[in-house]
Structure formats: C-alpha cells, structure tokens
Nanobody, 131 residues
C-alpha cells in the first residue's frame, strides 16, 4: 500500500517561494506517475505538474505554473519536490500529491490527467499567498 505524506506548505507574500515535499512509502513498482494537484475553496481540483519516475523523470506543467514551478525527485529519499517561485495570490490552495503505477506505463502522466485516475493520495498541505 503506497502512502504519501506532503509537507512544506505555509503562508507567504506574493512573489515569495515555497518548496513542498511528498514522501512516498510502501511502493512496489519501479515507476510511478506522481502528480501535484491543488484545490482552492469552491473550485475543482486541478493538476499542476507531474513527473514519471520511471521514464527518466519526464515532467509536465500546467500553463498556469509553467516557468514558476519545478517538480523534481530524489530517489534516495523517496521524495518528490515542488519548488514554487514567484507565487501569486491565485496559487492559494490545498496542495496534494498523488501517485499511480498504471499511469506511468503509458504517455498519460500529464497534469490534465483526471484526479480520479490516481489510486494514492496524500493528506494535503495548505499554501496561502497574500497580496
């Protein structure tokens, strides 16, 4: 049973930075699609960025965060990071990491992949950006 634990959220002013971490435990396969999602109050959960840990760490970003956010992996620490720079008030949301093995097998490990396709989820970490 894969377990994911996020950390690193907090409150920052616009233009600031945060780094989120997603530690995963109990994995069985050598590759997973790891996605970062976010959900603001009253809005649907949206995909932010993804990394395919088995496909050379291939990454994809939603247009809204491209150039500001960076996803990366540290295999030795079983951790995926989300570095968020130049934060904007509209980035305020609960951020979740999710994982799924089957997605990693194809070409669908991308931010527009529906959240319901992911089997494993963390508990979320809150990011608040003030203007």
């Amino acid at each position: 049973q894969v377990q994911l634990v996020e950390s690193g959220g907090g409150s920052v002013q616009a233009g600031g930075s945060l780094r989120l971490s997603c530690v995963f435990f109990g994995y069985t396969y050598s590759s997973y699609c790891i996605g970062w999602f976010r959900q603001a109050p009253g809005k649907e959960r949206e995909g932010v960025t993804t990394i395919n840990t088995g496909a050379g760490g291939r990454t994809y970003y939603a247009d809204s965060v491209k150039g500001r956010f960076t996803i990366s992996q540290d295999n030795a620490k079983n951790t995926v990071y989300l570095q968020m720079n130049s934060l904007k008030p509209e980035d305020t949301a609960m951020y979740y990491c999710a994982a799924d093995y089957r997605i990693s097998l194809g070409l669908g490990c991308k931010p527009d992949r529906p959240s319901y396709d992911y089997n494993y989820w963390g508990q979320g970490t809150q990011v608040t950006v003030s203007s």
